[in-house]
């Protein structure tokens, strides 16, 4: 910014705004600062956020000529590759043309900022169907289930794997907040305020990706009827259905 004519101080100033963030905790009508939340180059704070941009940007800039022939449109110079701080996806028309995009840009890493991609990090996907294998098994695992930023991504683009993880998170969430024993005192309100806050969030942003299954909907309506139940303290009887206890 400062090299295209940004002056300094404004440069400072938005690296501060980065860097150095108040962040507020907000429970219940109480409010807390989180203290040192952006101190260090932990994974996924703002530093490591704003170092990735400039890192990924330049390197993406250097390699991005050598992917056109790895297009996954034909006819085209259309590549897939996408980056979040330190995490690189690819996606081709072949298997090895995807690792070759990988594998471009971690030597290009590892030459001009020294960076390399850890091995237990690597792993690969083809969709059901391919035969396809990577040329070094060792290196790139050829895995059924693919973890991609808080997603997981079948072979055979299904949604059971992510949706069993998801209900797990979803107990966790809810055991830790909304039904915890020391809120066993507070309002059916408040409660449903810390639900929504801390147990909806943790499957709304799946709905994005999901299609609609009928048995994930009913499962997840089972799911919220439990929790509201234990809530009220209010339980259903064996003859009940979810609709009717609903």
């Known amino acids: 910014l400062q090299a295209r004519g940004l002056p300094a101080c404004i440069c400072a100033c938005i690296v ?18 989180v203290k040192g ?7 996924g704070c ?12 330049e390197s993406i800039c250097a390699c991005q000529d050598s992917w056109k022939i790895h297009s996954i449109l034909p006819d ?11 995490n690189m996806f690819a996606a081709a028309k072949t ?6 995009i990988l594998e471009s840009i971690e030597s290009h890493l590892a030459r001009k900022w020294g960076l390399a991609i850890k091995p237990s990090s690597r792993s690969c996907i083809v969709p059901e169907g391919s035969f396809a294998v990577p040329d070094d098994p060792v ?16 072979r055979n683009s299904g949604i059971s794997e992510d949706w069993n993880r998801v209900k797990r998170n979803l107990w966790r969430g809810f055991w830790s907040n ?35 299954q009928q048995t994930v909907a009913e499962s ?10 234990y809530m009220r303290k209010c339980p259903r009887f064996v003859s009940e259905s979810i609709e009717q206890y609903c």
């Open 95 to 100: 298997l090895a043309g995807s690792i070759t």
């Open 76 to 86: 085209t110079t259309c590549c897939v590759f996408l980056c979040w701080v330190d």
């Open 46 to 57: 703002r530093v490591a956020g704003a170092l990735a941009v400039a890192i990924m940007s």
């Open 16 to 33: 501060q705004h980065q860097m150095l963030p108040q962040v507020w905790l907000h429970v219940l009508g109480q409010s807390m600062l």
């Open 220 to 229: 997840l309506d089972a799911l919220q009827c439990k929790m509201i139940s």
């Open 139 to 154: 290196k790139w695992p050829l895995v059924e289930c693919l973890p991609v930023l808080g997603h997981i991504l079948q």
């Open 178 to 212: 909304a039904g915890c024993k020391q809120l066993r005192k507070c309002g059916i309100k408040e409660k449903l305020q810390l639900l929504t806050r801390t147990v909806l969030s943790l499957v709304l942003f799946k709905m994005s990706r999901w299609p609609f």
């Open 37 to 43: 939340r952006s101190v260090g180059s932990i994974t």
